[in-house]
């Protein structure tokens, strides 16, 4: 069964730092891996999708990497905002019936 | 707008009492599923269904049903709801399940089972 870890679990940092969020997972048999953020009283929102095929993936300041053999992922978060604030979640997703499998999230704090 | 829409988005009601949760998606998305989202559990699956007539169980299945009649509608049915069903519901959507397509989530339903 897929396990999922996060770290760190929560982060408060000032405005303008560059960021890593941690994740590990147990079962290197996914598809691919997603990260979302959720702010509060709202859904998730998908942040980049990295084929198991892919090293990483970019969107704007957000920069994603796999590496599916050792079981990890890396969310750079780059010249971080107020904005950016929220928390963090990250999904492998097994073939077809298995799904997401999220971790527990980083709870993100930007100081303005 | 593309979107997934869940209600109702916040629910108190008492032990026995059967509800429903409706989930509709306006995507043309095949897969669509169910999750819980706890404290220190985090999000957890409960159903899932690759398309039309085709649900499966998740993780977390008990004391819940789904039907998936048409390709947009996913409702989450509690036949007699107790209060560790007590939880933030999300409902998702992907184009297909487990081919690379990015989940769309909608914005939650709180269910407080009393």
Same mark, same amino acid.
């Given at each position: 069964?897929? =396990? +999922?870890?996060?770290?760190?679990?929560?982060?408060? +940092?000032?405005?303008? =730092?560059?960021? +890593? %969020?941690? $994740?590990?997972?147990?079962?290197?048999?996914?598809?691919?891996?997603?990260?979302? &953020?959720?702010?509060?009283?709202?859904?998730?929102?998908?942040?980049? %999708?990295?084929?198991?095929?892919? &090293? =990483?993936?970019?969107?704007? &300041?957000?920069?994603?990497?796999?590496?599916?053999?050792?079981? &990890?992922?890396?969310?750079?978060?780059?010249?971080?905002?107020?904005?950016?604030?929220?928390?963090?979640? $990250?999904?492998? =997703?097994?073939?077809?019936?298995?799904?997401?499998?999220?971790?527990?999230?980083?709870?993100?704090?930007?100081?303005? | 707008?593309?979107?997934?829409?869940? @209600?109702?988005? #916040?629910?108190?009601?008492?032990?026995?009492?059967?509800?429903?949760?409706?989930?509709?998606?306006?995507?043309?998305?095949?897969?669509?599923?169910? #999750?819980?989202?706890?404290?220190?559990?985090?999000?957890?699956?409960? #159903?899932?269904?690759? @398309?039309?007539?085709?649900?499966?169980?998740?993780?977390?299945?008990?004391?819940?049903?789904?039907?998936?009649?048409?390709?947009? @509608?996913?409702?989450?049915?509690?036949?007699?709801?107790?209060?560790?069903?007590?939880?933030? #519901?999300?409902?998702?959507?992907?184009?297909?399940?487990?081919? @690379?397509?990015?989940?769309?989530?909608?914005?939650?339903?709180?269910?407080?089972?009393?």
């Amino acid at each position: 069964k897929q =396990e +999922v870890t996060q770290i760190p679990a929560a982060l408060s +940092v000032p405005e303008g =730092e560059n960021l +890593v %969020l941690n $994740c590990s997972f147990t079962d290197s048999a996914i598809y691919n891996l997603q990260w979302f &953020r959720q702010d509060p009283g709202k859904g998730l929102t998908s942040l980049l %999708l990295i084929q198991s095929s892919q &090293r =990483e993936q970019t969107s704007g &300041r957000l920069n994603a990497s796999l590496d599916k053999s050792s079981g &990890r992922s890396t969310l750079y978060i780059a010249a971080s905002q107020p904005g950016d604030s929220a928390t963090y979640l $990250c999904a492998p =997703e097994g073939g077809g019936a298995d799904g997401l499998t999220f971790g527990k999230g980083t709870h993100l704090i930007i100081q303005p | 707008e593309a979107q997934v829409t869940q @209600n109702p988005r #916040y629910l108190i009601t008492v032990t026995g009492k059967k509800l429903t949760v409706t989930c509709s998606q306006n995507m043309n998305h095949e897969y669509m599923s169910w #999750y819980r989202q706890d404290p220190g559990l985090g999000l957890r699956q409960i #159903y899932y269904s690759m @398309n039309v007539e085709v649900t499966d169980k998740g993780d977390v299945p008990e004391g819940y049903k789904v039907s998936r009649k048409e390709k947009r @509608n996913f409702p989450l049915i509690l036949e007699s709801p107790s209060p560790n069903q007590t939880s933030l #519901y999300f409902c998702a959507s992907s184009l297909w399940g487990g081919w @690379n397509q990015p989940q769309h989530f909608g914005d939650g339903t709180r269910l407080s089972i009393l």
